[in-house]
């Protein structure tokens, strides 16, 4: 049974920085696609970043430059470091994992819907 726990979340002031981590056990394969996610109250779901076992990454505009996403294999743990961060990033943010992937990081980060198993979710937010 795969499992996916994020930790890392908190409360920073615009500018700051937060590194968010996640571990997914329970699947040993090389291949995979896995991703962060958030939701901001009332809105939906969005694709943050991506990242797949070609080694190709994905991002939504609003955070390129600011945002990146990378996997440790040796620990099964993806992480997202955040810098420059807005309070428009304030949001939950989830860890996704689509295993084993049937997508790439580029498809997966528009298709959230579509990612097979999910975190509970770390808050992070993000004060003026």
């Known amino acids: 049974q795969v499992q996916v726990v994020e930790s890392g979340g908190g409360s920073v002031q615009a500018g700051g920085s937060l590194r968010l981590s996640c571990v997914v056990s329970?699947?040993?394969?090389?291949?995979?696609?896995m991703g962060w996610f958030r939701q901001a109250p009332g809105k939906e779901r969005e694709g943050v970043a991506t990242?797949?076992?070609?080694?190709?990454?994905s991002y939504a505009d609003s955070v390129k430059g600011r945002f990146t996403i990378s996997k440790d294999n040796a620990k099964n743990t993806l992480y997202l470091q955040m810098n420059s961060l807005k309070p428009e990033d304030t949001a939950m943010y989830y860890c996704?994992?689509?295993?084993?992937?049937?997508?790439?990081?580029?498809?997966?980060?528009?298709?959230?819907?579509?990612?097979?198993?999910w975190g509970k979710g770390t808050l992070v937010t993000i004060s003026s």
């Open positions: 996704a994992a689509d295993l084993p992937p049937r997508m790439t990081a580029i498809q997966a980060l528009h298709m959230y819907y579509a990612m097979d198993y």
């Open positions: 329970g699947y040993t394969d090389s291949s995979y696609c």
């Open positions: 990242i797949d076992s070609d080694g190709i990454t």
